[in-house]
């Protein structure tokens, strides 16, 4: 028995029968979900600074099970002490605040915090000047596939603003199985 990845499936070959007595059965079997999943990433609200921060789904690197899913961050201030990315179970609140949830009251004005950040402060790794990328290793678990999490990209932006930080748009991921 082995599960396959690439098509979600889990592949049986063989086994024994037994009256009359033991018979080898030389059968092979697929269980598969009939509706593969897509791996969607889709970005939605926007960043702030100038110019401002995005994150975006890297090229042929999706929420896929088994796989790595990659996002690319752009517009990185100079300055800038590092990027970071924070992770959610939600778009709709955080807490029992609705989102997006201006940031202004924390020094920073026309920021949005886009998704619940239930984990904060992942590190990327600069690709560049101004660049970033996040990678996340997907388990290779078909319990995963459906589940969304969201993913907002944060900059130090040193006098940008009183709380010296910007945030970058969302990610919307929903993992798949293709």
Known sequence: MAYNSQTGSILVFGGFGA??????????????????TSA???????GCGTPALTIAPASGALPVVGTTAVTEMDNIPPASLGAFVSL???????GPFPLP????????????????????????ALTGPGTASYSLAIPNLADLIGVQLYLQGWANAPGANAGNMILSNALAWTVGNV
């Open 19 to 36: 009256p009359p007595g033991p018979i080898l059965i030389p059968d092979t079997w697929e269980l598969a979900d009939p509706t593969p």
């Open 40 to 46: 969607v990433a889709a970005s939605y609200g926007a």
């Open 88 to 94: 959610g179970w939600s778009n709709v609140l955080t």
């Open 101 to 124: 949830l201006s940031m202004a009251p924390y020094g920073m004005p026309d920021c949005d915090l886009w998704q619940s950040a239930e984990l904060v402060a992942e590190p990327t």
